[in-house]
């Protein structure tokens, strides 16, 4: 199994910035992508960014410009920088691990909150 742990979440307001951090553990073998996800109350979880171990990032077009995803590959960490920040961005933000070997595995973190208010 892998296990993702998620910090850097908490209450910022509105036009701040936040730092999240993903750090996998466990079966790790051969990683496609990291990224993150987040779900608003009564909506779906949707895509905020991820990164290929090859470099290659992909953001929602609501976050381009504004949000920045990195890896440690040496760590097994991911990143999100998340500046001039919206009350609309309040959500649990998820991080993902996807990695294959025969097949594809998606691994899910706990999520950590985002909130986004003055």
């Known amino acids: 199994q892998v296990q993702l742990v998620e910090s850097g979440g908490g209450l910022v307001q509105p036009g701040g910035s936040l730092r999240l951090s993903c750090a996998a553990s466990?079966?790790?073998?051969?990683?496609?992508?990291m990224g993150w996800y987040r779900q608003a109350p009564g909506k779906q979880r949707e895509l905020v960014a991820f990164a290929t171990s090859g470099g290659t990032t992909t953001y929602a077009d609501s976050v381009k410009g504004r949000f920045t995803i990195s890896r440690d590959n040496a760590k097994n960490t991911v990143y999100l920088q998340m500046d001039s920040l919206k009350p609309e961005e309040t959500a649990i933000y998820y991080c993902?691990?996807?990695?294959?070997?025969?097949?594809?595995?998606?691994?899910w973190g706990q999520g950590t909150q985002v909130t986004v208010s003055s």
């Open positions: 466990g079966s790790i073998f051969s990683i496609n992508t």
């Open positions: 993902n691990l996807n990695q294959a070997r025969f097949k594809s595995y998606d691994y």
